[in-house]
């Protein structure tokens, strides 16, 4: 391949980069998250068995300033959920019982493209929990 064509499909494929890296995300969440977690706010909360993703990741980003420390604790809870580490309201817990460990179901390399996505999309713009903002996480940061 002479050198022109070779940049162009370097160009090509890290213009493409995003998408393909968003979507293989949203295929491992879905994969190894979605059959506890939602992707929306269902109309009969009687169903849910853990709290949607946008309210989990509200809580993550209210106590976790960065994104890089906010993918780092997503990828340890899910190995090693405690509750002392929680940053959700404290009756989530009384409700849905504690996250189960995940060691064996995900690896920490699926974990940190799965824990990306969810800092980068979620929650949605003008999300309101269910304390419409004013609560706070676990910590009480």
């Not at 002392?84 to 189960?100: E, N, R």
Request: charged share 20%; aromatic share 8%.
């Amino acid at each position: 391949m002479k050198l022109k064509e070779i940049l162009l499909t370097l160009g090509v494929v890290s213009a493409m980069t995003p998408s393909l890296y968003a979507q293989e995300a949203a295929i491992l969440f879905e994969a190894k998250c979605a059959a506890c977690h939602t992707t929306t706010r269902p109309s009969d909360r009687s169903t849910l068995v853990a709290p949607p993703v946008m309210g989990v990741m509200r809580h993550v980003k209210m106590t976790y300033s960065s994104k890089e420390e906010a993918v780092k604790f997503v990828i340890e809870y899910a190995l090693n959920p405690q509750e002392s580490k929680a940053v959700c309201m404290p009756q989530k817990i009384k409700h849905f019982g504690l996250m189960p460990s995940q060691k064996g179901n995900v690896t920490k390399e699926e974990l940190q493209t799965i824990a990306s996505w969810m800092y980068d999309n979620f929650p949605p713009k003008g999300f309101h929990g269910m304390d419409k903002g004013q609560g706070k996480s676990c910590k009480g940061k």
